[in-house]
């Protein structure tokens, strides 16, 4: 059986998504305009499997920060009422068939690499939706 995984860096998305309403308290708008988004993907990529892939939760870098003390220093904090919001949208993609990764301690851009290349390496496809252009970094280049 041939695979194709789509992995969404959530935060990436949910964050740029976020950003351009015109409302920041308006949490059901971010919800609606991020399934709109990701039925769009579903549909143009037709994914055989698909994971949303979060960063951890915990208010340190983890163990990039403790090797890597600059690493996304300059990154602004999420707006509380996103914040707040994460778990609502979570929901509404689960409800859109799909599920979350997260693992304590870890940036999502580590968990999509390890997925990525795992998955490539058995000779599948693999779609990443995001933004962040250090992910082109394990990208194979034509």
Request: charged share 25%; glycine share 2%.
């Amino acid at each position: 059986m041939s695979i194709h995984l789509v992995i969404i860096d959530a935060l990436n998305l949910i964050r740029r998504i976020h950003s351009a309403q015109p409302d920041p308290e308006d949490i059901q708008r971010t919800i609606e305009t991020s399934t709109r988004t990701l039925n769009r993907i579903l549909n143009e990529t037709e994914p055989s499997h698909v994971i949303a892939v979060f960063d951890h939760m915990q208010k340190t870098r983890g163990w990039r920060e403790e090797r890597f003390p600059q690493y996304k220093q300059d990154r602004k904090p999420m707006p509380e009422p996103l914040a707040k919001g994460l778990d609502s949208i979570q929901q509404a993609w689960w409800e859109l068939g799909i599920d979350s990764l997260l693992s304590e301690g870890d940036e999502a851009d580590d968990l999509v690499a390890t997925l990525a290349v795992k998955v490539a390496n058995q000779n599948h496809q693999v779609t990443i939706i995001s933004t962040d252009k250090a992910i082109v970094s394990f990208c194979p280049q034509p």
